[in-house]
């Protein structure tokens, strides 16, 4: 049976009951505003925020780099940005905006998330209609003492700065950035980032152009970049024995994040180092036994081997967290 690149897919999501939806979306959307940027440049850019605190409404940097005016608008009514508190390196501005009359969210903690988790995102289509998309946590990845979350809520540019809510509409995250190419590369700042933002008021400074010179994390050259990215490019470029160095070093250095040796596994198996693929998704599993692509890669390994035992408890732990992985590894099962 011959090994096939996965190219991930939309999950099939079972949404909640449409009242519950739409009260979800009228009590949250009060909280979800429109960001509207005068750019130094001229001309205008437009993006979200989420109201994190009496007049402090929480957005991604990219979305207000070039300001030299920010106004929040809701309906009719418009609000002007005094000023902000940036956060560069993470894509986190927070905006003061000390006229705002509207509520505040709950902030969640992303140790409290899991993957198969159901999650809500809500921002601006283009910066004009607000969009909602219902999805799951795909990957929790560490980085700078939190967790980056990459979930299946579908976003475009005009969402930055929107909110990820769990079930409980806790704000977990804020929509940041896509990776091109893969329907699930969809990705949130995690809001422990933002509790830190908040509790640091010095930062606050009149609004103007942030330094051209500093970059976030995930807008660096890809040897500054987390190695969560670094890994993901690699396997899009398939630069398979790449993609092994890096995650080998990865896991020598963590040996206690699942992420590096999911991605050894991955790469090891595209090599044909079929023993040491196994057990790299096995510890993968031992250390989180919920991961989507852990599991879809172990099956085939398994069925590869005629194990079609495992190979089925693979694809029925899946079931439950990636419906569409578990689908097509059921295809590779039942191939004659």
């Not at 009496?54 to 009514?77: E, F, M």
């Not at 152009?209 to 990215?229: G, H, N």
């Not at 699942?258 to 510890?283: C, D, K, V």
């Amino acid at each position: 049976m011959q090994l096939f690149r996965i190219a991930l897919l939309s999950l099939g999501l079972v949404a909640p009951a449409q009242a519950q939806v739409d009260a979800a979306v009228v009590s949250m959307g009060a909280s979800v505003l429109k960001i509207e940027v005068q750019r130094v440049q001229g001309g205008y850019s437009l993006g979200s925020g989420v109201v994190v605190g009496p007049g402090k409404i929480v957005t991604n940097c990219h979305v207000t780099r070039d300001a030299v005016q920010i106004h929040v608008l809701r309906g009719g009514a418009r609000w002007h940005v005094e000023a902000q508190a940036s956060d560069i390196a993470h894509d986190l501005c927070l905006l003061h905006v000390p006229q705002l009359q509207a509520s505040a969210v709950g902030l969640g903690r992303t140790d409290d998330l899991r993957v198969g988790q159901p999650l809500l995102a809500l921002g601006y289509t283009g910066g004009t209609v607000m969009q909602r998309s219902h999805g799951n946590v795909v990957a929790l990845h560490r980085h700078d003492g939190s967790q980056v979350i990459q979930s299946s809520n579908w976003f475009n540019s005009g969402a930055s700065g929107g909110g990820l809510f769990d079930s409980e509409l806790n704000l977990v995250g804020i929509l940041t950035y896509r990776m091109r190419g893969a329907a699930l590369h969809y990705f949130a700042a995690p809001a422990d980032w933002v509790r830190a933002l908040l509790d640091d008021k010095a930062r606050l400074r009149p609004v103007r152009a942030l330094p051209r010179d500093q970059s976030a994390y995930w807008q660096r050259q890809s040897a500054d970049q987390p190695r969560f990215l670094r890994a993901a490019q690699l396997e899009r470029e398939r630069e398979w024995p790449a993609l092994a160095e890096l995650a080998t070093q990865w896991a020598s250095d963590d040996s206690l994040d699942a992420e590096p040796w999911t991605w050894r596994g991955i790469a090891l198996a595209h090599m044909r180092r079929l023993g040491a693929a196994r057990t790299s998704l096995e510890q993968a599993l031992v250390l989180e036994p919920n991961l989507g692509d852990a599991l879809f890669w172990l099956g085939l390994l398994h069925a590869q081997r005629g194990r079609f035992g495992d190979a089925r408890e693979a694809q029925s732990r899946l079931a439950a967290l990636q419906p569409e992985l578990a689908r097509k590894l059921g295809l590779v099962i039942d191939r004659p």
